[in-house]
């Protein structure tokens, strides 16, 4: 089936640790998103990458850092230096990142907690 | 810098009723694109429905439909016969329609509203 996922779905780490979620897509789509969502706040763009080797802060990218080296692997590191890590991280991707109507998919998330 | 706004953070309704979701947003921009999406317990976020700015026609997807004001800003939901299956967040997103321009490809999102099917 084709789908997005993420892995782990629960992580945890200690404060001062830098941790890379996994984001894989096989609908060969071409642009990828990482979002950050917390309680009452929904969901807020940290990257997205719209072609291989390519990719632009959102609106959250402090702490954060991401890569594209293959059109179906989009990972994100949290360093040390994101203050606030502990959240909900959700992956998502679109066929094309202009255009009328693109639809962006979701994977499941992950719920990263650190201490 | 567009925002999105949902001014109910918990709704409820009976079961075969109707209910309404309110959405509301802020820009300059002419053309766009509007969606809500649904976020059930096991937070997989899933496409309800979407709706082009330059459509004077409210969307529909079965139970689901749309009422959108462009000179109001306002984009609600409306759930018609709820099922238990539709308790979920329910978030408002938009979407710039400008091409290649720094960050129009995001969705802003609204920061949520959960939606309870009492039986």
């Known amino acids: 089936d084709g789908g997005i996922t993420q892995s782990p779905k629960y992580l945890f780490r200690k404060e001062g640790q830098n941790v890379t979620l996994s984001c894989e897509q096989n609908l060969n789509h071409d642009a990828m998103y990482w979002y950050r969502q917390d309680p009452g706040q929904g969901l807020r763009l940290i990257y997205y990458?719209?072609?291989?080797?390519?990719?632009q802060k959102g609106d959250i990218a402090e702490g954060y850092s991401v890569s594209r080296e293959k059109k179906e692997s989009f990972p994100l590191t949290v360093t040390s230096a994101q203050k606030n890590p502990t959240a909900f991280y959700l992956c998502?991707?679109?066929?094309?990142?202009?255009?009328?109507?693109?639809?962006?998919?979701f994977g499941p998330g992950t719920r990263l907690t650190v201490t | 810098a567009q925002t999105v706004t949902q001014s109910q953070p918990e709704m409820s309704v009976q079961e075969a009723e109707t209910v309404t979701l309110s959405c509301t947003y802020d820009t300059s921009e002419s053309d766009y694109y509007l969606f809500w999406y649904k976020q059930p317990p096991s937070r997989q976020m899933i496409l309800v429905i979407r709706q082009e700015a330059y459509k004077q026609q409210n969307a529909t997807e079965n139970r689901f439909s749309v009422n959108f004001q462009k000179a109001a800003k306002s984009f609600s939901l409306k759930i018609s016969d709820s099922q238990l299956g539709d308790a979920a967040m329910y978030f408002c997103a938009y979407r710039s329609s400008a091409k290649i321009i720094q960050g129009a490809q995001k969705l802003v999102f609204g920061q949520g509203t959960r939606l309870t099917i009492n039986p």
């Open positions: 990458s719209q072609i291989v080797n390519d990719f």
């Open positions: 998502a991707s679109s066929i094309r990142t202009a255009g009328p109507s693109y639809e962006q998919y």
